[in-house]
């Protein structure tokens, strides 16, 4: 079961990412790009994704994953139950989002320094 504890380090240690609040919720930006943020109860994470495959993506398992709220169907986003998913499964959920907002040469430098993944 993932807490935010489990991602929390992840928002201010990628490159070009840091924190913040806006309206009580954490948000995990980078420049003004949103790519992960977090329901003000901490029970829900709502993450980049690329929108021609959540349709799948909730599909192949509603218990964790879910559509955003039909005011965000136009951005790349869909949300997961942190309780549903592993803290792995978790961070990785983060770092693929980061992924899609970061230069692809800055991907690729997180790679290079974590060939095993997010940790």
């Known amino acids: 079961m993932a807490v935010i504890q489990d991602v929390l380090a992840l928002g201010a240690e990628l490159e070009r990412s840091y ?4 309206r009580g919720m954490l948000k995990f930006r980078v420049g003004q790009l949103v790519y992960a943020a977090f329901s003000r109860d901490e029970r829900v994470m709502g ?8 349709a799948a ?8 994953f879910q559509m955003p709220a039909a005011s965000d169907m136009r951005f790349n986003w869909v949300h997961a139950e942190l309780a549903a998913l592993e803290p792995a499964e978790a ?3 983060v770092v ?3 992924r ?3 230069p ?8 290079l320094t974590h060939p095993n993944g997010p940790g």
């Open 104 to 111: 692809a040469k800055v991907a690729r430098g997180f790679d």
């Open 96 to 98: 693929d989002a980061w």
């Open 100 to 102: 899609m907002v970061v």
């Open 19 to 22: 924190q913040v609040y806006v």
């Open 57 to 64: 993506l909730v599909g192949g398992d509603p218990r964790k």
């Open 91 to 93: 961070r990785e959920l």
């Open 47 to 54: 993450f980049a994704f690329p929108k021609e495959e959540r």
